[in-house]
Nanobody
Framework: QVQLEESGGGLVQPGGSLRLSCAAS????????MAWYRQVTGKQRELVAE???????NYADSVKGRFTISRVYAQNTVFLQMNSLNPEDTAVYYC?????????WGQGTQVTVSS
């Protein structure tokens, strides 16, 4: 069973920054694609950013130029650097790892952007 441990959420003012972290708690032989999603209550979970095992990235249009996803080389650990945050970024952020066994999700971390 793969468990993902997230950290780094919190309350930040508009224009501020936060860095989210996500690490697989179990040692895995292979490196897998990982991603960050977010969900607002009453809305569907949406993709924020994703990164392949080789480091290629893809972003939602709403975060391009503000958010950066990265991973530790040869590890199933990813980060999401979020800059220029605005109230529309408020959501629960989830980390996902895709393995041959399926998708594995973290428990979520709350990000609130408010003055």
């Amino acid at each position: 069973q793969v468990q993902l441990e997230e950290s780094g959420g919190g309350l930040v003012q508009p224009g501020g920054s936060l860095r989210l972290s996500c690490a697989a708690s179990t040692t895995m032989r292979s490196i897998y694609p990982m991603a960050w999603y977010r969900q607002v209550t009453g809305k569907q979970r949406e993709l924020v950013a994703e990164i392949t095992s080789s480091g290629m990235t893809n972003y939602a249009d709403s975060v391009k130029g503000r958010f950066t996803i990265s991973r530790v080389y040869a590890q199933n650990t990813v980060f999401l650097q979020m800059n220029s945050l605005n109230p529309e970024d408020t959501a629960v952020y989830y980390c996902k790892l895709r393995s041959p066994m399926g998708d594995h999700w973290g428990q979520g971390t709350q990000v609130t952007v408010s003055s």
